[in-house]
């Protein structure tokens, strides 16, 4: 997208370049013409109709030159918030012993054109059913939630969370 602007910006280089050669043209003929031309090919209202022409120009090119702008800080937002989240999966696949899945050739590919940095892990991710299979014992060092210290928790954040899954993500993380 970058490279398409680009390519715009240089046509409207181009044409402004075009336009000045235009310019002086008419210029010259105007000076070399007699003044008894009928109004559409009177040099004066076409060095006028030019002119206009070149102040719209002009305008285009100063919006083109936002909008490059715009995009590459958007597309700097986007590379920030996207790499942010795959550090953060990194650190939770550190902290949890669990990976993901490896991505998808198309996600490579996104990855690599905006410069992030992709680990190449291939392993499944275990299920929750699956990795309850291996409990710990409930006395590892942590202590299990009761209804009671469940209760204390505020009602919005605890209609979200079941108690059961709540001390098996405990178990996880010890």
Do not use: W
């Not at 370049?17 to 009177?42: H, Q, V």
């Not at 899945?101 to 680990?119: D, K, M």
Request: proline share 3%; net charge negative.
């Amino acid at each position: 997208m970058e490279t398409t602007v680009e390519k715009l910006e240089a046509m409207f280089l181009k044409s402004e370049a075009d336009l000045e050669y235009i310019e002086r043209r008419l210029t010259l003929g105007f000076i070399k013409s007699e003044t008894g031309c009928p109004a559409e090919e009177n040099p004066a209202v076409m060095l006028e109709n030019l002119r206009a022409i070149k102040a719209k120009h002009v305008a285009l090119c100063s919006q083109v030159k936002e909008i490059a702008a715009a995009q590459k800080e958007s597309m700097d937002s986007i590379r920030h918030n996207l790499g942010g989240a795959m550090e953060l999966v990194q650190r939770f696949q550190q902290n949890t012993d669990l990976q993901v899945q490896s991505l998808t050739e198309s996600e490579r590919e996104s990855a690599e054109l905006l410069g992030l940095a992709v680990s190449e892990t291939t392993t499944e991710v275990p299920t929750l059913g699956a990795a309850s299979g291996h409990q710990q014992p409930p006395n590892c060092g942590y202590e299990e939630v009761s209804d009671a210290m469940l209760e204390e928790v505020p009602l919005d954040v605890r209609s979200s969370v079941k108690l059961a899954d709540l001390n098996m993500f405990y178990q996880h993380l010890q």
